[in-house]
């Protein structure tokens, strides 16, 4: 009989430990991702090493939203993590560094310690995208993203509108380091 009590202790903790891992392969892979920030591109909102937490699932529900960072598959092996500029529809341009959309300005307020360090000159400069200069709308399925450093990010301006199928999710989450630790906000 107690023979009996140990294996089916060491069964239940078997099953304990395999369903543990199929929860956290399931959480893993539909709801939560995990990204390193590499390069300086969204300074200084998100450093180069920082630990960051994805929420895959709420672009399943919802569209993105102007100003949510996001992760995208930027190649086949890389991920690019930019901020939501221009929306399907949109028609953005900038001019003397000022955003406009649908020809309202707009403020970035997540900008403005880096305008601060402004010595001279602009900190995001009028775009050209394949030889096109002024207004461009935004296709239907894409979006426009760029980094917060402007003077020092690959985003849309290099690389052209992002497919909204790309977009692996909304960074939720600084874990680490543990001094940043806290939510990533929108504006």
């Known amino acids: 009989m107690n023979h009996q009590k140990k294996r089916n202790g060491a069964f239940a903790w078997i099953r304990a430990i395999g369903l543990a891992l199929l929860i956290v392969f399931v959480v893993r892979t539909f709801l939560i991702g995990n990204y390193v920030v590499d390069g300086p591109s969204m300074e200084p909102a998100l450093q180069d090493g920082d630990r960051l937490l994805v929420n ?97 990010s690959a985003d849309s301006r290099v690389f052209g509108f992002v497919s909204q199928n790309d977009v692996v999710g909304k960074v939720f989450l600084r874990y680490w380091p543990m001094k940043g630790f806290g939510t990533i906000h929108s504006n």
Do not use: C
């Open 56 to 152: 895959k699932l709420d672009y399943t529900f919802h569209e993105p939203k102007r100003f949510d960072v996001v992760i995208f598959h930027a190649t086949k092996t890389d991920d690019y993590v930019k901020r939501v500029i221009g929306l399907p529809g949109d028609t953005i341009r900038y001019a003397n560094d000022q955003l406009y959309v649908n020809d309202k300005p707009i403020k970035e307020s997540f900008l403005k310690s880096n305008k601060n360090q402004l010595l001279s000159g602009q900190l995001t400069w009028d775009f050209t995208l394949h030889g096109l200069t002024g207004e461009m709308r935004v296709p239907k399925g894409k979006l426009w993203v760029m980094g917060d450093n402007r003077q020092n």
